[in-house]
């Protein structure tokens, strides 16, 4: 591992060939829960036949990590334009990329059990990130947005995203180590993802906001997870107006 200048917003790196290396030791389609690689079996299972491959994220050179902080701002409105497929992975990198070659992330987590899970809504189409080789798993589907703005109390700004970038949660995979914290513990983990994630909008020029006042049940159901997945906090984002 190199070490970047100092104040560069991706400090950690593990040169962008590690994505594809642990992609090559990983199934077809990640299938199962691996802290490194993320489930297929959220949102629907097999619905979430199709992988594709990201392109790799950039780790290096982006805007300085202190300008990035004193930049970040709350933003609700957006230009016109879906977000490119490398930026929607640019930012899934920065919430739950893979950044070392035993699986650890890009934001911290409790005894690396991982219980997040992030998915992407755009107007067409609901990803599910699969961080071992930086991938998702697509499924087709219109609408969700609204849904999802509907169980966040018809907060305008969901519905109106280019994307929504879903940040679920299975606690149960700290229950077991930490029974009575895990919920806590999950909270904290969305919050750590969360400011990551809206860093690197910052620093890719992006609208973003973090929206927490949401029904959990709702959002669950709107996005279509399996039992035992929660929703904790949305992130709309897409080019600024
Ligand atoms: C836990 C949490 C929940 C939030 N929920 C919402 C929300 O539901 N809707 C919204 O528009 N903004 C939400 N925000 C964004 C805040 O309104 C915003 O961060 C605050 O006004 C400070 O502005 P700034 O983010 O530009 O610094 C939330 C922020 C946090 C930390």
Same mark, same amino acid.
């Given at each position: 591992?190199?070490?970047?200048?100092?104040? %560069?917003?991706?400090?950690?790196?593990?040169?962008?060939?590690?994505?594809?290396?642990? %992609?090559?030791?990983?199934?077809?389609?990640?299938?199962?829960?691996?802290?490194?690689?993320?489930?297929?079996?959220?949102?629907?299972?097999?619905?979430?036949?199709?992988?594709?491959?990201?392109?790799?994220?950039?780790?290096?050179?982006?805007?300085?990590?202190?300008?990035?902080?004193?930049?970040?701002?709350?933003?609700?409105?957006?230009?016109?334009?879906?977000?490119?497929?490398?930026?929607?992975?640019?930012?899934?990198?920065?919430?739950?990329?893979?950044?070392?070659?035993?699986?650890?992330?890009?934001?911290?987590?409790?005894?690396?059990?991982?219980?997040? &899970?992030?998915?992407?809504?755009?107007?067409?189409?609901?990803?599910?990130?699969?961080?071992?080789?930086?991938?998702?798993?697509?499924?087709?589907?219109?609408?969700?947005?609204?849904?999802?703005?509907?169980?966040?109390?018809?907060?305008?700004?969901?519905?109106?995203?280019?994307?929504?970038?879903?940040?679920?949660?299975?606690?149960?995979?700290?229950?077991?180590?930490?029974?009575?914290?895990?919920?806590?513990?999950?909270?904290? &983990?969305?919050?750590?993802?969360? &400011?990551?994630?809206?860093?690197?909008?910052?620093?890719?020029?992006?609208?973003?906001?973090?929206?927490?006042?949401?029904?959990?049940?709702?959002?669950? %159901?709107?996005?279509?997870?399996?039992?035992? &997945?929660?929703?904790?906090?949305?992130?709309?984002?897409?080019?600024?107006?």
């Amino acid at each position: 591992m190199r070490r970047l200048r100092p104040g %560069a917003i991706s400090v950690v790196v593990v040169a962008s060939a590690l994505a594809g290396v642990l %992609a090559g030791g990983c199934g077809e389609a990640g299938r199962g829960t691996s802290p490194a690689g993320g489930s297929t079996s959220g949102a629907g299972g097999q619905a979430f036949g199709r992988v594709v491959t990201l392109p790799s994220p950039t780790t290096a050179g982006g805007m300085p990590l202190d300008q990035a902080i004193a930049e970040r701002r709350s933003q609700r409105t957006f230009g016109a334009g879906d977000l490119p497929l490398a930026t929607i992975g640019q930012l899934l990198w920065a919430g739950q990329g893979v950044t070392a070659a035993d699986g650890k992330r890009a934001a911290p987590s409790a005894g690396g059990l991982y219980p997040l &899970e992030l998915y992407v809504v755009t107007a067409t189409q609901v990803m599910h990130y699969l961080p071992a080789g930086h991938r998702v798993a697509v499924r087709d589907q219109a609408g969700v947005g609204r849904l999802l703005q509907a169980a966040a109390h018809g907060q305008q700004v969901v519905g109106d995203a280019p994307d929504v970038i879903v940040i679920a949660a299975v606690p149960g995979r700290l229950r077991q180590r930490y029974g009575g914290q895990a919920d806590r513990f999950v909270d904290l &983990e969305a919050g750590h993802v969360a &400011e990551n994630v809206l860093l690197q909008a910052t620093a890719s020029q992006l609208a973003a906001v973090p929206v927490g006042s949401i029904d959990q049940a709702g959002a669950a %159901a709107a996005v279509g997870l399996p039992a035992g &997945e929660t929703v904790v906090y949305l992130v709309p984002v897409g080019p600024r107006p």
